[in-house]
T-cell receptor, first 113, second 113 residues
Framework: QKEVEQNSGPLSVPEGAIASLNCTYS??????FFWYRQYSGKSPELIMS????GDKEDGRFTAQLNKASQYVSLLIRDSQPSDSATYLC?????????????FGKGTKLSVKP | NAGVTQTPKFRILKIGQSMTLQCTQD?????MYWYRQDPGMGLKLIYY???????DKGEVPNGYNVSRSTTEDFPLRLELAAPSQTSVYFC????????????FGDGTRLSIL
């Protein structure tokens, strides 16, 4: 069973701090990873994707990938109350005829003003 | 620009009833997906389609059926509703494969009583 594991939280950080969200995956064959943000009662939206080892930065967001450790993380710098949401980590799995995303349960982030 | 539209937004069914969840997209995307999300859980793929006339099972297909007669529409059918199918259902689409951003509809909240 391919799995993506996340700490469900809640993770609470003060406004302006760095929020660090972590994710591990079980399938060594996974090559592509995604972070989706989901506000309460809303649908998920893609905020970052990463395919290579190392860091990828986009504004206040940095995704980090370590394939040897099967570990993905998302850093949010200068956290804002508007970042309060559940963050879903997903790995692209090619177990079937087409690749499909395997999602973790999500980490709930709360940014306190 | 509507994106992915799901109807209905809410529905209560009795055990054994059937219904169809509608999904339509206006972005001319080839790939479409149905996910379910149980409380505090990540998304589980039910079925997906890579184009009109082509569908395939995802991780949790039992109790559901789909069809894809046009590029725009991808309805999900529940034949004999069971309490275990109480969930939030999301339809999504992407231009090509799941390695690209999936655009999600607003979801359908379904309760089976």
């Amino acid at each position: 069973q391919k799995e993506v594991e996340q700490n469900s939280g809640p993770l609470s950080v003060p406004e302006g701090a760095i929020a660090s969200l972590n994710c591990t995956y079980s399938d060594r064959g996974s090559q592509s990873f995604f972070w989706y943000r989901q506000y309460s009662g809303k649908s998920p939206e893609l905020i970052m994707s990463i395919y290579s080892n190392g860091d990828k930065e986009d504004g206040r967001f940095t995704a980090q990938l370590n394939k040897a450790s099967q570990y993905v993380s998302l850093l949010i710098r200068d956290s804002q109350p508007s970042d309060s949401a559940t963050y879903l980590c997903a790995a692209l799995n090619y177990g079937g005829s087409q690749g499909n995303l395997i999602f973790g349960k999500g980490t709930k982030l709360s940014v306190k003003p | 620009n509507a994106g992915v539209t799901q109807t209905p937004k809410f529905r209560i069914l009795k055990i054994g009833q059937s219904m169809t969840l509608q999904c339509t997209q206006d972005m001319n995307h080839n790939y479409m997906y149905w996910y379910r999300q149980d409380p505090g859980m990540g998304l589980k793929l039910i079925y997906y389609s890579v184009g009109a006339g082509i569908t395939d099972k995802g991780e949790v297909p039992n109790g559901y059926n789909v069809s894809r007669s046009t590029t725009e529409d991808f309805p999900l059918r529940l034949e004999l509703a069971a309490p275990s199918q109480t969930s939030v259902y999301f339809c999504a689409s992407s231009p090509t494969g799941p390695q690209l951003a999936q655009h999600f509809g607003d979801g359908t909240r379904l309760s089976i009583l």
